[in-house]
Every structure is written in structure tokens, then in C-alpha cells.
């Protein structure tokens, strides 16, 4: 059962997320592609995550195929103008990778290049629509296809960022483009978040694409005060820090945080399944998945 | 299907023309440059974010904001900035054009830069400014979705 059939259906969804080395060492992707497996429905590869030149996420792509995990290839703007990211895709495809998720990227000041050009050429609801067509069959310049690829086109939606109703308007522009999935930010403030899906629920939009809700397990309240401080569009509760300040074993209660959230979202309506990032601790992903008994 | 949010179906321009269109550039930016701090992408599309340049964003994003605006509502690359679609959607609310907000801009043409937005309205290439909104008040209750689909 492919991801493309999991979305189309009823079943919970678990995506999770892999950063691939600043190396060329594959061996790092088949290791970590090992926590995933039989346990994710698929797995996003990030592409040069905060601005810096990572494993190229196509070519990590082709060893979670070979490993017998689906991965969702992440696509940025910032990196590719419309002509590499069409051949992107098109590679991609060859490849036999079915998901793509099409993000704008992260500020190229944000890396440790940051006298690089950003190219931001498409941004990306122009790249959802790009894939679209290439899914009709059609290059940009209007060129028919002899074969279409076929992809699953995913967004992302930040529910926590200002202005709130602005994040909503983009999101329709965003289904109408063509997504089919949305991947929100992750989840560090559970009143808002509800708040949000709510308002979806309430416009119907649930039922035109499957959201999955994003949850982070961290490791210390360190990590948290990093990501308040350096990483702007994410909103932390207090609430959180204060407890893994507090705790004796941070690394347990940050699983206990990450399976609480999970447990709540996942009776929320309006949400079709979860995507966890461990950033830096994939090794986690089996017992959180376990702990909140998403899978048996 | 989304084909028209992509392709470019534009007549060439010829050296005449663009010979015009700079002449017209001064005219217009004597107007757009210290009203809109214009950034001559001549691909206009003032009127439908509010009459703010969307394009005076670090990433020149035409489809409103990244995830990176912060909780002040500042830019996330400059923090001394203000996040341009936060402006935007600010001065669209004040205007009563949250409507317009739901168009999806197509690609940018970079044939155009640096050429005079309002030639190539006349010339058909880009789409004429919409300068009279009606209803919009229905419209901020975001409920259109259904409407539009």
C-alpha cells in the first residue's frame, strides 16, 4: 500500500523525518532509515535544512527505496530556479519517488553560507501548481510529456505564526494550487493549535486535504530556548520549558511531552494523522510511536 | 488543469517597445518609487495586496507570507523590519480588498523586469488592477472557499 493510497483512505497516518548528513556518507540515511521502518508511513528527507548543504534529499530518496521505506522528498525554492526544479522532479520521478512536499525554504542568512544567492524564484503555492502540471502531463513551457510523473504533492501550513488569518487564505490558495497533504509546524502550543483546526473544520477544508499534525520531541529544555530564540514562525508554551526544565530525566519527559500532544491531536477532527520530527534523534521515533499507540 | 496559474502566453517584445516601456518606466516610477518603494518587477500586482509592494520581501514571495514571520509581526531574515503580508493583509483588512488576497499570482515573468508594469497592462500581459472592491466583508469570514470551488 503506497502512501498515496494511505492518504486516500481512512487510516491514521504517521509520517517522520530524516536530515541527511553533511557528508557523503549514505550509510548514515540506511542506519537511520532502520527506526523508520514498518513503524512511518513515510519519511521526509529535508533539502539543505537551514540553509546548509546537506545529502542531496533525491539521492536520499533512492536509498530509503532500497531500504523499503517511502520517502517524501522536500522541495525548496531557494535553491532551484524553475528549470532545475522541473528536471528535480522529473529525476525524482525516474527514481521511483511518488511525494513531494513543496516548501519555500529557510532564509539562505539562516545557514553557514550566508553569502549565498537565494534564488527564490517560484515560491510555494507557484511550486505546488508547477508540480500539478507536471502531473497533467505538461512541462511549464507548455511542452506535453510523453510519461507524466505522478506525485503526491504536499504543503506546509504554520498555524502559530501572525497574521493568523492570513495562514488561512494561503492555505486555500494552497489546495487550490493542487496539495493534497499539509504538514503543519510542530506543535509546542496545543490551545492555539486547536483553535486553528477548529477554524478548518469550520470552513470545510478538512475534507478537500488530509492534515497531518507536526510534533517535535525534544531533549532538553536547552533545545526549546534554542528554537524560541533562533527559529522564528515556531511558538513554545511555557508550560513545556518550565517542565523540562524541571524534570530529572529531560529526554523521557521530552517523550512524554511529544506522546501527550499526539494522543490529543489524534482524537482532534479534522486530523488525518501525525508527522513526528526528531531532529537529531531519529532513534527515538520507535517508542514514541509505540507510547502513543499508534502502532502495536 | 492549473495551467493557467503557470504558463505565460505573451506576445514578444519587440526593441520599440522596449525602447517605450523605459521611457514610461520614469514616469512611473517618479509615482511608484517614493509611494510604494516600487522594486520594477513590472509585473504589478499592487492592487490586489492592499496597494504594499509584495515584492520588497527578501524572498520576493507573491503568494503571501513564509512560516517565518515572527510574533510581533516582524520579518524573520531583517528583525528591524516589518514582514511585508503582514502589512499587507493589515492594509487589505483596512481597505475592505481581503478578497483579493485569494488570488493566486502565476510565476514571475522575468522577461518583464524592469519594464513599465502599466505598458504591459495595455498590452494585455499582466492582468489590469482591480480598483473597486464589492462585499468584502463577506469575505473576511473566509467562507468563499466554497464558493470559489
Redesign the interface.
Known amino acids: 500500500m503506497t502512501f498515496k493510497d494511505k492518504i486516500n483512505s481512512d487510516q491514521f497516518i504517521v509520517c517522520g523525518e530524516i536530515g541527511p548528513p553533511q557528508s557523503c556518507d549514505g550509510d548514515v540515511i540506511r542506519k537511520k532509515s532502520q527506526y523508520f521502518k514498518d513503524i512511518a508511513d513515510a519519511v521526509n528527507i529535508t533539502d539543505n535544512q537551514t540553509a546548509m548543504p546537506r545529502l542531496s534529499s533525491i539521492a536520499s530518496a533512492k536509498i530509503l527505496l532500497e531500504e523499503g521505506v517511502e520517502p517524501i522528498i522536500q522541495m525548496t525554492c531557494r535553491d532551484r530556479n ?1 528549470l532545475a526544479i522541473q528536471s528535480d522532479l522529473l529525476g525524482a520521478a525516474a527514481l521511483g519517488v511518488r511525494n513531494v512536499l513543496c516548501l ?1 525554504g ?2 539562505q ?1 539562516f545557514g553557514d553560507n550566508p553569502e549565498a544567492k ?1 534564488v ?7 511550486l505546488i ?2 508540480v ?2 507536471l502531473n ?1 502531463g ?1 512541462l ?1 513551457s ?1 511542452r506535453e510529456m510523453k510519461k507524466a510523473p505522478e506525485f503526491l504533492i504536499g504543503a ?3 498555524p502559530f ?3 493568523f ?6 492555505l ?2 494552497k ?4 496539495a493534497h497533504f499539509i504538514q503543519t ?1 510542530p506543535i509546542f502550543d496545543l490551545e492555539l493549535f486547536i483553535k486553528w483546526i477548529e ?1 478548518i473544520v469550520e ?3 478538512h475534507e ?1 486535504i488530509a492534515i497531518l499534525a507536526g510534533v517535535m520531541p525534544v531533549k532538553s529544555a536547552n533545545t526549546l530556548l534554542r528554537m524560541r530564540a533562533d527559529v ?2 515556531v ?1 513554545i508554551n511555557d508550560e513545556y520549558i518550565q517542565r523540562m526544565e524541571k524534570a530529572t530525566d529531560p529526554q523521557s519527559e521530552g517523550v512524554k511531552i511529544a506522546v501527550e500532544i499526539i494522543r490529543t491531536v489524534k482524537n482532534l477532527k479534522g486530523i488525518r494523522g501525525v508527522h513526528i520530527m526528531p531532529f537529531l534523534w531519529e532513534s527515538i521515533m520507535p517508542t514514541i510511536v509505540k507510547e502513543a499507540g499508534l502502532r502495536n | 488543469m492549473h495551467s493557467d496559474l503557470v504558463t505565460y502566453d505573451t506576445p514578444p517584445i519587440s526593441e520599440r517597445e522596449r525602447r517605450f516601456s523605459r521611457f514610461l518606466l520614469f514616469f512611473e516610477d517618479l509615482i511608484k518609487v517614493p509611494i510604494f518603494r516600487c522594486q520594477h518587477c513590472g509585473e504589478c500586482i499592487l492592487s490586489s495586496t492592499g496597494f504594499v509592494c509584495s515584492q520588497r520581501c527578501p524572498k520576493r514571495l507573491r503568494n503571501g507570507p513564509c512560516g517565518g514571520t515572527r510574533a510581533d509581526g516582524h520579518c524573520e531574515v531583517f528583525p528591524e523590519r516589518w514582514c511585508i503580508w503582514y502589512k499587507i493583509y493589515m492594509r487589505s483588512k483596512f481597505l475592505g480588498r481581503i478578497k483579493l488576497l485569494y488570488k493566486i499570482n502565476r510565476i514571475h515573468n522575468w522577461n518583464l523586469e524592469r519594464t513599465s508594469a502599466w505598458l504591459n497592462v495595455f498590452k494585455k500581459r499582466i492582468d489590469a488592477p482591480v480598483l473597486f472592491v464589492r462585499n468584502d466583508k463577506e469575505y473576511e469570514k473566509l467562507d468563499d472557499f466554497q464558493r470559489q470551488n
Do not use: H, W
Not at chain 1, 120 to 126: A, N, P, R, V
Not at chain 1, 165 to 170: A, F, G, K, Y
Open positions: 524553475r519555500t529557510d532564509y542568512t537565494g527564490f524564484d517560484l515560491d510555494s503555492t507557484q501548481a508547477t500539478a502540471k497533467s505538461y511549464l507548455g506546509a501550513a504554520n505564526a501572525v497574521p488569518e492570513m495562514r488561512l487564505i494561503r486555500c490558495k489546495i487550490r494550487a493542487g509546524q477554524r470552513m470545510g477544508l478537500k522564528p514562525g511558538k
